[in-house]
């Protein structure tokens, strides 16, 4: 299966703190995306890096690419409480002309103390 | 720009039997995705199209599950019969192509079934 597995499972910080997440994937990709969920509500994209891109920054989010270590990281800095989430990475392959199809990992579940 | 719209948000139905979900993607987003997410995990894509033709169905249970795009814009997804393992969100996603050829998906709020 190409699904990433995100590590760790579950992550409790304080607020102020940085909150860390892996991704690991198994094949080649075209990009990596990181999509947040809030409890029971849809995903929403946070940040693409592309397969020849190492690091990319957007806000407090920090992403990076290891293509030889099929890994990704997703930093987030100065957490607030707001930031309480599942995030996940989904890698994309290239589909022709036919858009990315895409495979989610199993998630962090990232929890922010006030 | 409105976003991807879905219907019912929730539904409850009884083993064996059938529920169907709607789904309208951003206009012009020529694809769109139909996930299920279980409780704890992440989406599981069930089904891609392109317009209205189908790019990805390989993890579709096809004994049970069926969605069809006519005219290439809105979908709908079928259940039947439904089990009780079925229970779960199913989310709708639409994507765009950005510049470089990657894409980016935009979800809906899905649609959770719970089959008692």
């Known amino acids: 299966s190409q699904q990433g597995e995100e590590d760790p499972q579950a992550l409790s910080i304080q607020e102020g703190e940085n909150a860390t997440m892996n991704c690991s994937y198994k094949t080649s990709i075209n990009n990596l995306q990181w999509y947040r969920q809030n409890s029971g509500r849809g995903l929403v994209h946070l940040i693409l890096?592309?397969?020849?891109?190492r690091e990319k920054h957007s806000g407090r989010l920090r992403v990076t690419l290891d293509t030889s270590k099929k890994s990704s990281s997703l930093l987030i800095t100065a957490s607030r409480a707001a930031d309480t989430a599942s995030y996940f990475c989904a890698t994309a392959l290239r589909g022709i002309n036919t858009g990315n199809q895409f495979y989610f990992g199993t998630g962090t579940s990232l929890t922010v103390i006030p | 720009e409105a976003g991807v719209a879905q219907s019912p948000r929730y539904k409850i139905i009884e083993k064996r039997q059938s529920v169907a979900f709607w789904c309208n993607p951003i206009s012009g987003h020529a694809t769109l995705y139909w996930y299920q997410q279980i409780l704890g995990q992440g989406p599981k894509l069930l089904i891609q199209?392109?317009?209205?033709?189908?790019?990805?169905d390989s993890q579709l249970p096809k004994d049970r599950f069926s969605a069809e795009r006519l005219k290439g814009v809105d979908s709908t997804l079928k259940i039947q019969p439904a089990k009780l393992e079925d229970s779960a969100v199913y989310l709708c996603?639409?994507?765009?192509?950005?510049?470089?050829?990657?894409?980016?998906?935009?979800f809906g709020p899905g649609t959770r079934l719970t089959v008692t």
């Open positions: 199209f392109q317009n209205n033709g189908v790019v990805d």
């Open positions: 890096i592309r397969s020849n891109e």
């Open positions: 996603a639409s994507s765009t192509r950005l510049t470089g050829g990657s894409y980016e998906q935009y």
